[in-house]
């Protein structure tokens, strides 16, 4: 079964830092990943995804996001990050059967902007 | 761009009552949604797929006839939360495929959400 972890909980940032969030999957085959943010009290909203081809894949609201088969890796990025980037960020790994198309995701880091 | 509605965005419930919440696709059709299940400061967990026109798939653990869902139409799917508890309290969040999407692409659209709080 496909798992995703983000080793952390927590990260507080000043604003206009940059910003890596972390996120490392487990899963046997070519995984689609999605990095979704979380305002408090609401629903998600999808920030970037990669199916295939071009590794580093931009988003919206300024993020990015590398895949690394390597490492198994989906770290997602900002150069600068704004007071409003602060929120909830998951990342997620859908199984690419045909038919299953479950997301499963990870625990989560909340972002702390700092003045 | 697509947009998946919850009614109703919070509801508090005497114990033993049920609720229903609803997941709307706005703008387009869904013949796939999926509930989840938010525990604060915890990530989504999936309870259901809920396919229009037949059964809802229940995850492991799922009490089925715990929570009901229906899947009317492909713009609208039901959850209802029978004879709820304190436990029971928690954020459901529904997302939609959009029909025209490519199944195995997983690019869902999720809605804002339904607090519930049983008392």
């Known amino acids: 079964a496909q798992s995703v972890t983000q080793p952390d909980i927590h990260i507080t940032v000043s604003e206009g830092a940059s910003l890596e969030l972390r996120c490392n999957y487990s899963?046997?085959?070519?995984?689609?990943l999605f990095w979704y943010v979380q305002s408090p009290g609401q629903g998600l909203q999808l920030l970037l995804k990669y199916f295939s081809g071009d590794t580093l894949v931009q988003g919206i609201k300024g993020f990015e996001a590398e895949f690394k088969r390597s490492q198994s890796s989906f770290n997602l990025r900002k150069p600068s990050v704004h007071w409003s980037d602060a929120a909830e960020y998951f990342c997620?790994?859908?199984?690419?059967?045909?038919?299953?198309?479950?997301?499963?995701f990870g625990t989560g880091t909340r972002l702390t902007i700092i003045p | 761009g697509a947009v998946v509605s919850q009614h109703p965005s919070w509801v508090i419930c005497k114990s033993g009552t049920s609720v229903k919440i609803e997941c709307r696709s706005l703008d387009f059709q869904a013949t796939t949604m999926f509930w989840y299940r938010q525990f604060p400061k915890q990530s989504l967990m999936l309870m259901a797929t809920s396919n229009e026109g037949s059964k809802a798939t229940y995850e492991q653990g799922v009490e089925k006839d715990k929570f009901l869902i229906n899947h009317a139409s492909l713009t609208l799917s039901t959850l209802t939360v029978t004879s709820a508890h304190p436990e029971d309290s928690s954020f459901y969040i529904c997302?939609?495929?959009?029909?025209?999407?490519?199944?195995?692409?997983?690019?869902?659209?999720f809605g804002e959400g339904s607090r519930l709080t049983v008392l």
């Open positions: 899963y046997g085959a070519t995984p689609y």
């Open positions: 997620a790994v859908g199984i690419s059967n045909f038919g299953n198309e479950k997301l499963t």
């Open positions: 997302s939609a495929r959009e029909v025209r999407v490519p199944m195995n692409t997983g690019e869902l659209f």
